[in-house]
């Protein structure tokens, strides 16, 4: 069975404060882990996809990076515009996406 | 280029009613994803739709059901509401290869009295 667990639940940070978030999961047949940001009211937000083990994609302050078992986010001096919930969700081969309960961040002025 | 669209976005509804959901994709994308969103649950998946056909399903009943058009528009539907259906209802689009992302709509706020 497909799972995906977020770690933490919920982080605050410093504004310039960096850290990582962690998204450990086991599927087989990978064909890609998906990164969303999700603002209250509104739906997931397309980040990165990693496709295999070693992949490394940033944007702005984001670095989103890919192990067999593990992908982390990645975010570098924050501010808080980049106050959301990050979610991520890797895709088994012919099945549909598997979503994490997601991390809550909030980044304080 | 537009985003995907879901109407209505906020919906109220009593117990034993039914309602219908719209979600208009991202153009020229042939694939629609259903999603329920609660607190407790996180995103759960319904179904997938791709060229009007249910390739994807969910462990979710039977009250649960969709239908795509031939525009790739796509609508849910929900028999015989229950309270443990409030939840905001998510549609997301893609060209339908799976390494390719899925796009997300703001989705529809269902709420059941």
């Known amino acids: 069975e497909d799972q995906v667990t977020q770690s933490p639940e919920a982080l605050r940070l410093q504004e310039g404060e960096s850290s990582s978030l962690n998204c450990s999961y086991t599927?087989?047949?990978?064909?890609?882990l998906f990164w969303y940001r999700q603002d209250p009211g509104k739906g997931p937000e397309f980040l990165f996809t990693l496709y295999s083990a070693g992949e490394e994609k940033e944007k702005e302050r984001l670095k989103a990076t890919l192990t067999k078992k593990e992908s982390f986010l990645h975010i570098t001096a924050p501010k808080p515009e980049d106050s959301a919930t990050y979610l991520c969700?890797?895709?088994?081969?012919?099945?549909?996406?598997?979503f994490g309960s997601g991390t809550q961040l909030t980044v304080l002025p | 280029k537009a985003g995907v669209t879901q109407t209505p976005r906020y919906l109220i509804k009593t117990r034993g009613q039914q309602v219908t959901l719209s979600c208009s994709p991202i153009?020229?994308?042939?694939?629609v994803s259903w999603y329920q969103q609660t607190p407790g649950q996180g995103l759960q998946f319904l179904f997938e739709?791709?060229?009007?056909?249910?390739?994807n399903k969910g462990n979710f009943p039977g009250r649960f059901s969709g239908r795509q058009f031939s525009n790739s528009r796509s609508e849910m539907n929900v028999s015989t509401l229950e309270l443990g259906d409030s939840a905001l209802y998510l549609c997301a689009s893609s060209t339908g290869t799976p390494d390719q992302p899925q796009h997300f709509g703001d989705g529809t706020r269902l709420s059941i009295l």
């Open positions: 739709y791709f060229s009007e056909t249910q390739r």
């Open positions: 153009s020229g994308h042939r694939s």
């Open positions: 969700a890797p895709r088994p081969s012919a099945r549909q996406l598997t």
């Open positions: 599927v087989s047949g990978l064909r890609g």
